[in-house]
């Protein structure tokens, strides 16, 4: 019955919010973010993956840690007995939390630049 | 509160831990007087292999009982066996097929029979024992298991007329036990042997009544049904991790079965990895037997970018304990992007979860948002990616959560997932988890209505950014 109550509210809030429209907006931030980053800290990683590969074993180490320490707090999360759905629902929560506000920002902003040049 | 609650759930979970490990399985002189298997094999006088596994899925009904059976060798037709009640031929099948040639006396029998008490018989013969045997008992009402220490043989009930059992010494010499009006069996065969208990090593049984168990018996159980045979698949998780070693950060491929999946039950598990070219052709990287529950997980360090396609199964045919179901090789094929570096993870039995097999990522379920953004993980990137990835992962890792072990003055302790203890208790796990939907799902409501009515102020044009 709970699987079936989890997966009911799942399908509800994906429809509510709709794969297609948030989570495209979602998707291409974070990508579009990551592209950017990526571009302005490519040559910071090449010079690091050069000239100091101890610094970028380091640095890899870091998303090792992080990884790691997800197999302890997924244990303390199941100690609580909460369901993992509640993880997925909150990413999709924050795709239609973060997608609202940035859409209505870029209407904003768009009517002001469309004010101000019009007026 | 959070940082008291660590060691309370700790020290329980120690508790608990040691509290269901403490069982011990009572053992007779009589747990291995029984063996059945699934995997039945003829193996014919020329080395030629017979699967005869198939042919349960067939009961002839309506059969009468069955009071003695007798082969002679067919010069047409390969083996013909003749079954008889009261010295009437009540039928007569023909074995095609086979190589009879030179044998005199060889054959499989695959026919079931049910009477009208819904009494199955059968038999089969496995090359898995030192010596081959056949076991049949045919009877109009349950048969009484006689128990010793070193042999299982059977009667019929008081009440009824037969039972019969056929063995199949391990030079593939049929001999025929019959038992009539409950006296003790008496062995008739065609070569003459009468004692054939002594070789029973593998037979199967069924009935439809509880039969007697010795006192303490913890052996193999009798099936009390015919069941057509389902396939089964061994579930387990995989995942895509940076190198242990610092060096060389190349992705390293994990898989592990399952343990806490509750129709584990034990058993090898066969690995195999393959490198899928784009002309279509796949190259085999690795394959490993493990035992799940002793060994570690399976490691291996991808060589690069391309396509994988990775499978599981039992080394057996059919999961222990599991005779109404048999394995299958399962495999997922997953895609890494560059050098190996993606976080990708992914199951087999995501429960309800989409799961894309095909494609970049499986098993990450944060709704898709996350799951489906490919982060490049630069070092310096790396850093910063690090939350989302974590948070990424989490879902699919408090899924299939793992057991934490650690040294504790020179004791492995191993503190075991409290999901699968909870699931115990179904009705209040339940109710729990509806309890943490419910308060969740209302303050995300709650903070749904602000971000709306905030963002619907036309003067209001701040904007929010995310926490990470």
Known sequence: MINDIIQGLKDFINWLLGPWFFEAIFYAVISFLNFILGIILYPFSVLIKAYLPELDSALGAVAHSLSYAGTYAAWIIDSFGIPPAIISILGIFYAFKYGVTFIAWSSKLILKWKNAIWS | ?468
């Open chain 2, 1 to 468: 509160m959070f940082k008291f609650s660590l060691p309370f759930i700790a020290v329980i979970s120690l508790f608990t831990a040691v509290f269901f490990s403490v069982s011990a399985n009572a053992a007779s002189q009589y747990d291995n007087v029984y063996r059945t298997t699934d995997r039945l094999v003829v193996t014919s006088p020329n080395g030629k292999e017979y699967d005869v596994s198939k042919s349960w899925a067939g009961i002839v009904n309506g059969s009468a009982p069955i009071s003695l059976i007798t082969g002679k060798k067919d010069n047409s037709a390969g083996f013909q066996v003749q079954y008889k009640f009261n010295n009437q031929i009540i039928a007569v099948r023909s074995i095609d097929g086979l190589d009879v040639k030179n044998q005199s006396v060889w054959n499989q029998y695959t026919d079931l029979f049910r009477d009208k008490n819904s009494w199955s018989v059968s038999q089969q013969t496995t090359k898995q024992s030192s010596r081959n045997a056949v076991f049949f008992y045919s009877s109009l009402s349950p048969i009484e298991p006689l128990w010793t220490p070193n042999r299982l043989t059977a009667r019929p009930h008081p009440s009824d007329a037969i039972a019969a059992a056929i063995f199949m010494s391990s030079n593939n010499i049929i001999t025929v036990n019959i038992s009539i009006n409950s006296q003790p069996p008496y062995a008739i065969s065609n070569d003459g042997v009468h004692n054939f208990h002594y070789d029973i090593k593998n037979f199967i049984f069924y009935s439809t009544a509880d039969p007697n168990y010795p006192p303490g018996y913890a052996g193999e159980r009798f099936r009390d049904s015919h069941i057509d045979k389902e396939p089964f698949n061994p579930k387990w998780t995989w995942e895509v991790r940076p190198s242990t070693d610092f060096n060389d950060l190349k992705g390293t491929l994990i898989a592990r079965y399952d343990r806490n999946y509750p129709e584990f039950l034990g058993g090898d598990v066969y690995y195999e990895l393959k490198k899928l070219e784009d002309s279509g052709t796949a190259q085999v990287l690795h394959t490993e037997t493990k035992n799940p529950y002793q060994s570690s997980p399976l490691e291996y360090d991808l060589p690069g970018a391309g396509r994988y396609e990775l499978g599981i199964g039992y080394t057996g045919d059919y999961p222990q304990g599991f005779s109404d179901k048999y394995s299958t090789f399962n495999s997922v094929i997953f895609y890494i992007n560059w050098d190996g570096k993606s976080y990708i993870s992914g199951n087999n039995h995501s429960d309800g979860e989409s799961c894309v097999i095909d494609g970049l990522i499986c098993g990450n379920d944060l709704g898709g948002p996350l799951g489906r953004a490919d982060i490049n993980t630069h070092n310096l990137q790396n850093v910063i990616a690090a939350p989302v990835i974590f948070l990424k992962e989490l879902p699919s890792k408090v899924r299939n959560c793992e057991p934490i072990s650690f040294n504790f003055v020179n004791t492995q302790i191993s503190l075991p997932c409290m999901s699968s203890l909870y699931k115990q208790y179904p009705v209040i796990y339940n109710i729990w988890q509806v309890t943490i939907i419910g308060a969740f799902m209302f303050a995300l409501s709650l903070s749904a209505l602000r971000t709306i009515k905030g963002v619907s102020s036309p003067d209001d044009d701040r904007i929010e950014v995310p926490k990470l």
